[in-house]
């Protein structure tokens, strides 16, 4: 099955970042590698974290590590998402360059489950009208991340600050994404009453929608992406990956808000049958 780099956070009392990337392709039967960018003790959204960033000089010592390995050999995606800093970006790109790079797909006599490394890039930049992030670290994405990503799955905030236009509903999402000129999938995109998570590439253009919940737990945007990559990988159209993608975060959500969940129930809620009323079809995305 593949192997994944998920360059990402680290966040041990709360269901976000990385921990639950690498839990959802965990999920699928995928090898995830995760090197994290910071070590924090909830989401900032609770209060004050704990924790730190990961020093670069550690963050990069990490990645050598595993480069030493002969595993950039056999790495089939690299997932990244949020970073603390300028420079984790750039060591990140750096990576991304080294994995395309090897010539020969082969370490240890084992060969790469890919014929070539997808890079998806998670945008972490901002939420909700406002960036998270400093403009370094935002800037860098954009700089050094944007432009090597085969796939980009921005909100709908960081799809218009990516792109400079706007993205209040889905004709003007779907502009922005073909702006971007790479595949697209893009959530929290208004839809009147409800919320449309959109994919977009060269060839597809696709749309799911759902009800606008008045509270959800914080994660929804890592697992949507960590689930679409692993359908992805594991051979699944874009149309067919949306559909299972957006029914694993619209069924959780569902669980969420009926078992009173505080942070988000991933893990717990694959242990349950998909709730009848969670399945979500695709229709085409017009704009």
């Known amino acids: 099955m593949p192997l994944v780099l998920v360059l990402s956070s680290l966040v041990s009392g709360s269901r976000v970042g990385g921990g639950v990337s690498v839990a959802a392709l965990q999920a699928r039967g995928i090898d995830a590698m995760h090197v994290p ?7 900032p959204g609770w209060g ?26 056999l790495t089939d995606a690299v997932l990244t998402g949020y970073f603390a800093s300028a420079d984790q970006v750039k060591r990140a790109a ?20 890919a014929p070539e490394p997808l890079i998806a890039v998670d945008p972490i930049i901002g939420d909700h009208g406002k960036p998270y992030v400093p403009d370094a670290v935002a800037d860098a994405i954009r700089e050094e991340l944007v432009p090597r990503a085969d796939l980009l ?19 003007e999402a779907l502009t922005a994404a073909k702006a971007l000129g790479k595949p697209v ?17 060269a060839h597809t253009a696709v749309s799911v929608t759902h009800p606008r919940l008045d509270k ?36 959780t959500l569902l669980k969420a808000r009926a078992w009173e969940a505080f942070e988000l129930p991933d893990v717990t809620a694959r242990l349950h049958p998909v709730r009848e009323d969670a399945h979500l079809a695709a229709r085409p995305l017009t704009g």
């Open 94 to 113: 750096e990576a991304i360059d080294a994995i395309r790079a090897v010539q020969t797909r082969t370490a240890h006599n084992v060969c790469a489950y």
């Open 216 to 251: 959800v737990p914080n994660g929804t945007g890592d697992l949507l992406t960590a689930a679409f990559l692993a359908e992805r990988l594991t051979g699944a159209e874009p149309k067919a990956a949306l559909e299972t993608a957006a029914t694993t975060i619209w069924d």
């Open 37 to 43: 960018t910071v070590l924090l003790g909830r989401h």
């Open 153 to 171: 799955t921005p909100n709908a905030f960081e799809l218009a600050w990516l792109t400079g236009l706007p993205v209040r509903d889905g004709g």
């Open 185 to 201: 999938l893009a959530s929290s995109i208004p839809a009147g009453d409800d919320i449309a998570i959109h994919y977009a590439d």
């Open 48 to 73: 004050t974290p704990g924790g730190g960033a990961i020093g670069e000089d550690l963050f990069s010592g990490t990645l050598d590590g595993i480069e030493a390995n002969g595993l950039f050999a």
